[in-house]
């Protein structure tokens, strides 16, 4: 595996954009163990494919249960009834303690022999207060190396019912799912009482909330006591959908709120189960514009002026918390996140690391037990290295503070593939700046728009390519051009490269087949099909990166990228276009005919611009440059000019 040892982001001067967000971390693997102790086939879709989640689907594997992978977020789970096939195993659970918890509960009140270890950092993580509990019901456990903390072994033991069953909930929630989600198992009544405060009761709603999906019901008193009835047992639900994941989900709302947005996630909203959807109203606590539907989520920064200061109770929000916590660095004054004591017990001491980072910065913080206070610093470092500390959620935090204009070095950034493996690349999605050069056919879009790239050392996407060899495509699968579900088809699952200026369709380079008349004329026809469109566009979206992108089109301002740094509106006369057609032709040793190309440029543009989806039309904010009496040259310098211009004013 290739380890990266750090990402450099560059300075960033705002966010907008849409992203689709990955499984949540949470669902996936409560969904994973419970369609494995379920009765009946479960098939499990939108599941997040992460280190965490492997480490989950991999100690189930070793169990005897069958995971079949149809997709990398889908997968079919072969339910055991409660019963693991193998009553014998040694289970490495990497640092995942949505897995190992459960499954310590599971495994332990079936009687079996296993052995549960992990990294180091996993060692140093608490699981006392649940190993207590499961003694309660008779099972043998013991500490392999430090009392209090994995590794295990797990001995079988005598199981039997006690009356009530106690657990702790002042050090994680994840104690209580675990004994909620292994209780039905036994078969008979089970009563749970907390015999201390439940901290993070949003995670243990997730879990209820689950449970009552595989046809198992609790009755919970408060939040002290918890009776599972007896005669339940899990019943697999078929097929189950997991959301988007609700923390991930932080860092783009924040993203927007800091960098003015407008930020829309995608997979999570208001009938979301994940306590986590409320980070939004935090966020719209500290004066951003935050919008919800049943299944996205948007931000935008404040009408008026900076985030304003807070100081919030954030215990039912324990993970999108820190997230807060770089966001500070944004806000009119000193902050404050109380009730956050569960940080100590994380991936790493998260209060501890998140102090020591954000002082790179420049922030003074102060922290408490159980609080972290930051005043936010007047000028953020530049050029800062970040250390992660093994810790996904460090990592996505501190890529925020590239937004304060600075660059932001972020040391082991693939810690993130704990939760969110393509994590960087959907960031640069909604941040790294773009610039959209849009225009007729001809108009020397292309050429301009490749030299403003190579000038600035942005990528560069030519869209008109993707319609090209849409349409080489189709012809070459003799599917008809008008047939809007085929050729859309096609557009979705398009096998093309581009690669040291050449472009390759499967194994064929195309570059030159998709220049020909024939094909322009193609690629005009397939652009007017809606599905066509559709198709394309979270691919070409996908080419933004960093540290930039120039993209040309036809609708790479209006429709693609509205919220680019800068649009320009590239146009020439008809005849300058044709005469420059014609040249290149000759110059080719092609046949041309200097009428037909005209009249053929004409239909072309008369098409692109009365299709009734992304006619090509300039923009509202699109400064226009006419090339017909400029050479190159001029051209770029004209839209270079323009690009400075536009870009420093949209970053005041
Ligand atoms: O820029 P070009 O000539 O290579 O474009 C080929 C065709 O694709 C052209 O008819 C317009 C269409 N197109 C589009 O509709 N939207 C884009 N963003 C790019 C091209």
């Known amino acids: 595996m290739l380890i990266m040892k750090t990402l450099t982001l560059p300075p960033l001067q705002g966010a907008n954009g849409t992203i689709r967000l990955p499984g949540s971390k949470s669902i996936s693997n409560r969904v994973l163990l419970l369609a494995a102790l379920a009765q009946g086939v479960c098939e499990i879709r939108d599941l997040l494919d992460s280190d965490d989640t492997r480490v989950m689907v991999g100690?189930?594997?070793?169990?005897?249960?069958?995971?079949?992978?149809?997709?990398?977020?889908?997968?079919?789970?072969?339910?055991?009834?409660?019963?693991?096939?193998?009553?014998?195993?040694?289970?490495?659970?990497?640092?995942?303690?949505?897995?190992?918890?459960?499954?310590?509960?599971?495994?332990?009140?079936?009687?079996?022999?296993?052995?549960?270890?992990?990294?180091?950092?996993?060692?140093?993580?608490?699981?006392?207060?649940?190993?207590?509990?499961?003694?309660?019901?008779?099972?043998?456990?013991?500490?392999?190396?430090?009392?209090?903390?994995?590794?295990?072994?797990?001995?079988?033991?005598?199981?039997?019912?006690?009356?009530?069953?106690?657990?702790?909930?002042?050090?994680?929630?994840?104690?209580?799912?675990?004994?909620?989600?292994?209780?039905?198992?036994?078969?008979?009544?089970?009563?749970?009482?907390?015999?201390?405060?439940?901290?993070?009761?949003?995670?243990?709603?997730?879990?209820?909330?689950?449970?009552?999906?595989?046809?198992?019901?609790?009755?919970?008193?408060?939040?002290?006591?918890?009776?599972?009835?007896?005669?339940?047992?899990?019943?697999?639900?078929?097929?189950?959908?997991?959301?988007?994941?609700?923390?991930?989900?932080?860092?783009?709302?924040?993203?927007?709120?800091?960098?003015?947005?407008?930020?829309?996630?995608?997979?999570?909203?208001?009938?979301?189960?994940?306590?986590?959807?409320?980070f939004a109203e935090a966020l719209a606590a500290l004066g951003a514009r935050v919008s919800l539907g049943d299944n996205w989520m948007e931000a935008s920064g404040p009408a008026d002026g900076k985030l304003r200061a807070f100081d919030l109770d954030l215990n039912h929000i324990p993970d999108a918390a820190m997230t807060l916590a770089v966001v500070a660095l944004f806000a009119d004054g000193p902050c404050t996140l109380r009730n956050i004591a569960s940080w100590r017990v994380k991936e790493t001491d998260r209060i501890a690391a998140m102090a020591k980072e954000l002082r790179k910065l420049g922030a003074t913080v102060e922290q408490g037990t159980d609080t972290i206070a930051v005043s936010p610093a007047p000028t953020c470092g530049n050029g800062v290295a970040i250390d992660t500390y093994d810790d996904h959620r460090m990592a996505m935090c501190f890529s925020l503070a590239a937004l304060a204009g600075v660059s932001v070095t972020i040391n082991e950034p693939d810690c993130v593939a704990k939760t969110f493996p393509d994590y960087f690349d959907r960031f640069a999605e909604v941040t790294a700046p773009v610039i959209a050069i849009d225009g007729p056919s001809a108009s020397g879009k292309g050429t301009v728009a490749e030299r403003v790239a190579a000038r600035l050392g942005y990528h560069y996407l030519d869209s008109g390519s993707l319609y090209r060899l849409t349409a080489l495509a189709a012809t070459r699968s003799g599917i008809a051009l008008d047939n809007e579900a085929s050729v859309a088809g096609i557009a979705a699952a398009l096998p093309a490269r581009f690669k040291e200026g050449r472009i390759w369709l499967n194994d064929d380079d195309v570059t030159d087949a998709i220049r020909t008349e024939a094909i322009s004329a193609g690629a005009s026809k397939v652009a007017v099909l809606p599905a066509v469109r559709a198709a394309l566009l979270a691919r070409q979206r996908a080419y933004r990166r960093f540290p930039g992108l120039v993209a040309d089109g036809r609708d790479m301002g209006s429709v693609v990228f509205p919220g680019a740094n800068a649009k320009v509106f590239l146009t020439a006369s008809a005849e300058a276009r044709a005469e420059r057609r014609y040249k290149q032709l000759i110059a080719k040793g092609m046949a041309a005919n200097i009428h037909a190309l005209l009249q053929d440029l004409q239909e072309r543009d008369a098409r692109d611009a009365q299709r009734s989806v992304a006619p090509l039309a300039q923009c509202a904010d699109a400064e226009r440059v006419d090339t017909t009496h400029l050479d190159i040259d001029a051209a770029v310098g004209a839209v270079m000019e323009i690009v400075q211009r536009q870009s420093a004013g949209k970053n005041k």
């Open 59 to 278: 100690a189930l594997r070793q169990l005897g249960v069958t995971v079949e992978s149809l997709a990398p977020d889908v997968v079919r789970v072969t339910g055991c009834g409660g019963e693991f096939p193998l009553r014998d195993a040694d289970l490495f659970m990497g640092n995942a303690g949505t897995a190992i918890r459960p499954l310590t509960a599971a495994l332990a009140l079936t009687g079996g022999h296993y052995r549960l270890s992990g990294v180091a950092r996993m060692h140093e993580r608490p699981i006392g207060d649940l190993v207590d509990s499961l003694r309660q019901f008779g099972a043998v456990i013991d500490y392999q190396e430090t009392e209090g903390y994995p590794p295990l072994a797990l001995k079988g033991g005598e199981i039997r019912l006690p009356e009530v069953i106690t657990v702790r909930g002042d050090v994680s929630s994840q104690f209580l799912t675990a004994l909620l989600i292994a209780a039905p198992l036994s078969g008979q009544r089970t009563v749970i009482e907390m015999s201390s405060e439940l901290i993070s009761k949003p995670y243990v709603e997730i879990t209820l909330n689950l449970m009552a999906r595989f046809g198992v019901s609790v009755e919970r008193e408060d939040w002290t006591r918890f009776v599972v009835l007896a005669g339940q047992a899990y019943r697999s639900p078929e097929v189950i959908y997991v959301e988007g994941d609700a923390s991930s989900a932080s860092y783009f709302l924040a993203a927007g709120a800091i960098g003015g947005g407008p930020v829309r996630v995608e997979g999570v909203g208001k009938a979301s189960i994940q306590g986590d959807v409320r």
